[in-house]
């Protein structure tokens, strides 16, 4: 199996957070190839990186393509000042176009990998499901640093809500629907998993409990102005009310249902009665969070 991983990578100022996360993002990203190559040599792993021209300086040494970024918010939002954050597609279809993974695999730069990441993905689509979310773990805000990336891999963290992972068939790309969604606000997450669970025939899962991944602290740089959060929030709506007119009988429990629900402010078809009275009852599955043993100080 050949997998496919696109970054988005930033040429951000040297020493800031972002500098700092996706420093560290590259290095478990180099660390989780090398461990792939000796430990299970049958999964390869290719790096696209789709980046506007200013930013190809900070594209990494083991990047196989990149390039192919033109559009941003800018060209598609009234709002001013508004930041040059690249649409969801617009990186999908450049994976599409400069890899040649059976699968692509999607995170944002200020994601963490475990070594073990790439062959655990792979174990995912060979066994579980056609096609996955992973959520993120969240550690301490300190350190970010490459050269303590042990004492970050060893901690536990807490489970975080947002979906930062996404893997899918290759062959499914082309079927996406992400209208003028961009990345780095929120909702992306519900307009990418729509889209992945309906192309793979509504089979996605999304694993909440891997310590698969990794963030530093929980800062929500995208709280900036209220009205990109909206023109996502729109633009996500849009994109799961023409998927669910193009997809009627999606069945219940699926991603899609859920996430159709949400946006649409529909009661899932997963949410009969029974559910209801499940939730009421206090009777579905929880899964305890662990302590976080390491400090990270």
């Known amino acids: 199996m050949k997998l496919t991983h696109v970054l988005n990578p930033v040429a951000a100022k040297p020493g800031s957070n972002l500098a700092r996360c996706q ?26 990186c789709a980046v506007y021209a200013e930013d190809e300086p900070a594209v990494p040494e083991f990047c196989a393509a990149k390039g192919g970024l033109e559009r941003s918010l800018v060209d598609v939002c009234q709002v001013r000042p508004a930041r040059k954050l690249p649409l969801v597609g617009d990186i999908y279809r450049v994976a599409l176009e400069r890899g040649t993974g059976d699968a692509v695999i999607y995170t944002n730069v200020d994601i963490g990998l475990q070594p ?32 303590q990336m042990c004492l970050m891999m060893s901690q536990v963290g807490e489970r975080f809500q947002g979906m930062d992972t996404f893997v899918c068939p290759r062959s499914h790309i082309r079927e996406f629907d992400l ?57 996500t709506t849009g994109v799961l009310t023409r998927l669910k007119a193009r997809h009627p009988g999606f069945p219940p429990h699926c991603l899609f249902d859920w996430f159709q629900a949400k946006f649409l402010k529909q009661r899932p078809r997963a949410k009969g009665l029974k559910g209801r009275v499940m939730d009421l009852l206090g009777l579905r599955k929880r899964h305890p969070e662990p302590f976080d043993i390491v400090s990270g100080e």
């Open 179 to 235: 209208g003028e969604v961009v990345i780095g606000l929120p909702t992306v997450e519900y307009a990418v998993l729509g889209n992945i669970d309906a192309a793979c025939g509504f089979g996605c899962k999304l694993f909440k409990h891997l310590h698969a991944n990794f963030h530093h602290g929980n800062e929500q740089v995208w709280r900036v102005d209220q009205r990109f959060c909206d023109f996502n929030d729109a633009q």
């Open 23 to 48: 420093a560290v993002c590259f290095e478990s990203i180099r660390r989780a190839m090398a461990y792939t190559r000796a430990v299970c040599p049958k999964v390869e792993v290719e790096v696209v």
């Open 116 to 147: 073990f990441f790439y062959e655990l993905v792979a174990h995912l689509l060979q066994t579980q499901c056609p096609a996955l979310g992973i959520t993120r773990r969240n550690i301490a805000e300190e350190p970010i640093d490459p050269a």
